[in-house]
């Protein structure tokens, strides 16, 4: 089979061999996917990365894994070799008497530094073993070193563990490739008090050791005299990158070197994927716990994080966002900075919204409407609510349930809805702010368009090439037309998904009008009359376990649809994913309480012609209102669903860890019989796939709930801030204590979340100005209290917006059983021939009605359209006038701080600076060489 051609970054193609490089490019294999930009040295003919002294140690001999070993001096050539026998060492090239060091974060000699760990067992399938031997052969000719843990040393006695070091100069190649920004001058433009990183807790700072402020920019490594400690490349320097930035670096060489000449057989993943190996981590600094007491007991990084941020006791603490982007990365950073201002930013929300509730409270013996349903009113005959079962039940059986509802529906929930809408307009424009700051503060502010490199996957399946007008090489892409054609068939999947999901929800309404109907052929006359509240009750938990069950299956479609998108970029394939799994969840969990906020209760017909899709009829809404079943709705599903995430967090990854490393323990410890670090990491629950999805997830379908329907659940902020002050330090400590070490990987900004924060905020206003004018009784209530009506009927509330039917007009289907209907109101019902029904309908007593016209009975009167115009007008004005006020704060406030703009032309200015030096500095050495030529 043909090689693959070799892949560079951003399409740069293979240079020719160079002297002392006879086995081809550095650092692909034949047909390895490399790197966008320049190409890291050449090897040495022995196939390994040249070393420095101070790295100078016993190698893996992959071609003689057990029997060879060669050591290399300072300059690359090989040192005497050294031929030992096998029973005298193992395949760590160390005698079998020497164990590793418990806590070492080093290879055997005590220098080299652990970047990345593979952890694999031995196989039966040769196959599975000469992949994992061409990969180990294809990254020492990349230039990786690797040192590999007998089985012996661990505690299960089958797993392998191949420890990877990336060497000095291999770094400072890889670090001028990737851009990465290293520090150049101490910040001298004075931040502003106000620009502090604000925080949910900050009572009282975390004991974590603040980071300098400096001027940074891309490391390239003459860089001599320009970066700050940086003391050339001549001069190995093992801690001037962090971890954080070497197991980047490695991460990418793993990501991309090939072990075999398929076109697929690139990449750790799908090793991984193959069971070739069962894990690859960076490690943890160490333990999370420290063995010492009182002020001085913090050993490494993972300590100082855990007691100073992950630890339960730490809640009140503020966060310490640049050490955890030291220890994990700018996007696990971000996320932690955005879920602490979010956070934050719900305080205010909590507290008004916990003002209204209680004035509802407070006010709720006032109210005209429950107390004339409670009182005067109350005696009223109402129609049966289901067919035949159902008899005819007083007003006065809602008089509890009237209550509560205005404890949701009262004057101040208009209030309250304008202010979230403004709150939410206020959130996006301090994070646009905030984003802003953290992007100039971490160098990622042109992270996706200067920095990021091609997925590997892209690269390898692409079939066309074309020349980048920016860089000028040529490079893997993909025809507008197949792009089209991929986006369009998985558009066409998703839709059908959504229908499935929709199929879902109208599964749950059948459920829901089918228990009203049994519940209403109970004997026990209370259960009847709670037949709402237990149907809404049960559908809502139905509806948690259905959206809990479908979401792993949409997960892996989605991906699934993603990957055959194939997309150049990890942002862009996390966009569409994100985008994608979003709208699946949006009709999960959102489905059901559209349903009661914008349709039950609209679609019945009348008593003597009621509307019955599935055999049943509709069901209806309290006379009331649905407004108390949309507000149990969301505190089930809300309240449930993070309850249930919460439970999930803590409990599954600390059963997954204890299961590991029981099952791995065969041995007993001893001092000779240590549990390794890497070990130890290696029990630790693997980081989730698709990185912090799930965490944002959760997060923006809460963010749904607070902005969405806060008109009907003015809780929703306060039950949100509780769940975030326990999520802020639940996700540490999972990050810490329970989760292997992630790469560090980097992003710019929240990605598509935040462009689906924006979307929600804007729809926001527009459902819960529905929720009042549709599902609340604000409006009509309003058109009673502030118009003619009151004096010109002289009607109490009650009787004005109720409609009056006659029970000779009741249709065979609709009829109550003389079983159910003579059971209490028989006497009552036969002397007056009448019931009542929520609706504006004309009576029989009406002046208009007419025995003989049935187009006179029973239609809609001119006041249901009034109240109707008055509905749509409300929900016109209202939009307006907040999406108005709204965009007058965007324009108000701008995106970029006044300090931040000063500070970024600041590190332009000097960006400018340095490559002027480099370039004089470039011109001097030529000038050097040129005369050293001529003498």
Request: net charge negative; aromatic share 14%.
């Amino acid at each position: 089979m043909a090689t693959p051609p070799a892949l560079g970054f951003e399409g740069v193609e293979n240079m020719a061999e160079s002297e002392g490089n006879a086995g081809g490019v550095y650092p692909r294999l034949s047909g390895s996917i490399g790197f966008e930009g320049v190409s890291p040295p050449p090897p040495t003919a022995e196939g390994n990365q040249p070393m420095d002294s101070s790295e100078s140690s016993y190698l893996v001999n992959n071609d003689k894994p057990s029997s060879s070993y060669k050591r290399y001096n300072s300059d690359g050539t090989a040192a005497d070799a050294v031929e030992l026998a096998i029973d005298e060492f193992d395949e760590g090239g160390k005698n079998r008497n020497d164990t590793p060091d418990r806590n070492t974060l080093t290879f055997r000699d005590g220098e080299r530094i652990i970047d990345y760990v593979l952890a694999y067992s031995e196989s039966s399938e040769a196959d599975q073993n000469a992949k994992r031997d061409s990969f180990h052969k294809a990254l020492k000719e990349e230039g990786l070193q690797l040192e590999i843990e007998d089985k012996k040393y661990s505690q299960d006695l089958e797993t392998f563990f191949c420890k990877v070091h990336m060497p000095w100069k291999m770094c400072l190649e890889y670090a001028e490739l990737f851009k990465i920004k290293m520090p150049i001058q101490k910040n001298d433009v004075d931040e502003p008090m106000t620009a502090q990183c604000c925080t949910p807790f900050a009572m009282c700072r975390p004991n974590v050791e603040e980071e300098e402020d400096y001027f940074t920019s891309p490391f390239y490594k003459d860089g001599t005299d320009l970066f700050i400690d940086y003391q050339g490349p001549d001069v190995p320097q093992p801690n001037f990158f962090t971890p954080a930035q070497r197991s980047r670096m490695v991460h990418e060489v793993l990501l991309r070197t090939r072990y075999g000449d398929e076109q697929q057989q690139f990449g750790i993943k799908r090793l991984v994927s193959q069971g070739v190996y069962t894990s690859f981590f960076p490690l943890h600094s160490g333990s999370y716990k420290s063995e010492k007491l009182g002020v001085d007991r913090i050993e490494n990084k993972r300590q100082e994080l855990f007691y100073e941020w992950a630890r339960p006791g730490a809640f009140m603490k503020e966060q310490p966002y640049d050490a955890i982007r030291e220890y994990f990365g700018e996007k696990v950073a971000i996320y932690f900075s955005w879920l602490g201002f979010y956070t934050l930013m719900l305080v205010p929300a909590s507290i008004v919204g916990l003002i209204v509730f209680i004035y509802g409270l407070a006010t709720m013996s006032t109210d005209p409407t429950s107390n004339e349903i409670c009182g005067k009113d109350g005696d009223l005959i109402m129609c049966p609510q289901c067919d035949e079962l159902c008899t005819y039940w007083r007003l006065n059986t809602s008089c509890l349930y009237s209550r509560v509802t205005y404890t949701v529906d009262n004057p101040a929930t208009i209030f309250f809805t304008i202010f979230m809408a403004l709150w939410a307009t206020f959130f996006m424009e301090f994070w646009k702010r905030q984003q802003a700051r953290i992007q100039y503060d971490w160098d990622v502010a042109d992270y996706e368009e200067a920095e990021q490199s091609m997925r590997p996957e892209f690269q390898a399946n692409a079939q066309n090439k074309k020349k980048n007008p920016i860089t000028h090489d040529y490079e893997p892409y993909m025809t507008m037309w197949e792009r089209g054609l991929r986006i369009m068939s998985s558009l066409m999947f998703i839709f059908f998904l959504l229908l499935v999901v929709l199929a879902a929800i109208l599964a749950i309404i059948i459920y829901r009008i089918f228990v009203v109907v049994l519940i209403y052929n109970s004997p026990d006359q209370l259960i009847k009359s709670q037949a709402s509240l237990i149907t809404t009750v049960t559908a809502a938990c139905l509806s948690v376990i259905v959206i809990t069950l479908l979401n792993k299956v949409y997960e892996k479609i989605a991906v699934f649809l993603t990957d055959r998108e194939m997309w150049k970029y990890q942002t862009e394939w996390e966009d569409s994913f994100t985008v994608k799994m979003y709208l699946f969840q949006f009709a999960n969990y959102y489905g059901t309480i559209f349903y009661i906020a914008f349709i039950k209760g609209r679609i019945i017909g009348y008593p003597g012609d009621y509307i019955r899709p599935f055999y049943y009829r509709n069901e209806e809404c309290d006379p009331s209102g649905c407004l108390t079943e949309l507000a149990i709705q969301l505190a089930i599903v809300m309240v449930g669903k993070q309850a249930l995430n919460n439970f999930k967090e803590i409990v599954i990854p600390i059963l997954v860890k204890l299961f590991k490393s029981r099952k791995g323990r065969k041995k007993i410890e001893t001092d000779d019989d240590k549990y390794t670090s890497w070990e130890r990491d290696y029990d630790l629950v693997d980081f989730p796939v698709h990185g912090l999805y799930e965490e944002y997830l959760e997060m923006v379908i809460q963010y749904g709930f607070v902005t969405l329907f806060v008109a009907a659940f003015p809780l929703a902020p306060f039950f949100a801030l509780l769940n975030n002050i326990i999520e802020v330090r639940l996700d540490a400590t999972k990050m810490i204590t329970q989760w292997k070490r992630p790469m560090a990987d980097r992003a710019q900004d929240i990605g598509t979340w935040f462009v689906i924060l924006q979307a929600i905020s804007k729809m926001a206003v527009l459902i819960n100005a529905g929720i009042i004018a549709f599902t609340s009784d604000f409006i009509q209530k309003s058109m009673y209290e502030y118009t003619d009506v009151k004096q010109d009927t002289g009607q109490s509330y009650i009787e004005w917006s109720l409609s009056t039917f006659r029970t000779s007009d009741f249709d065979n289907e609709s009829m109550p059983i003389p079983a159910f209907e003579n059971a209490t109101f028989g006497d009552t019902i036969y002397a007056n021939h009448v019931c009542r029904y929520r609706d504006f309908r004309n009576n029989p007593n009406s002046s208009t009605w007419d025995d003989s016209d049935p187009s006179t009975q029973y239609v809609l009167t001119k006041t249901y359209w009034h109240v109707l115009t008055a509905r749509l007008a409300f929900i016109l004005v209202f939009e307006h006038l907040v999406l108005g006020i709204a965009e007058l704060i965007n324009f108000l406030v701008p995106d970029v701080p006044i300090d931040v703009r000063d500070r970024t032309l600041r590190e332009k200015f000097l960006a400018k600076v340095s490559l002027h030096e480099r370039i004089k500095h470039q011109k001097e050495s030529d000038s050097a060489e040129v005369v050293g030529t001529t003498f």
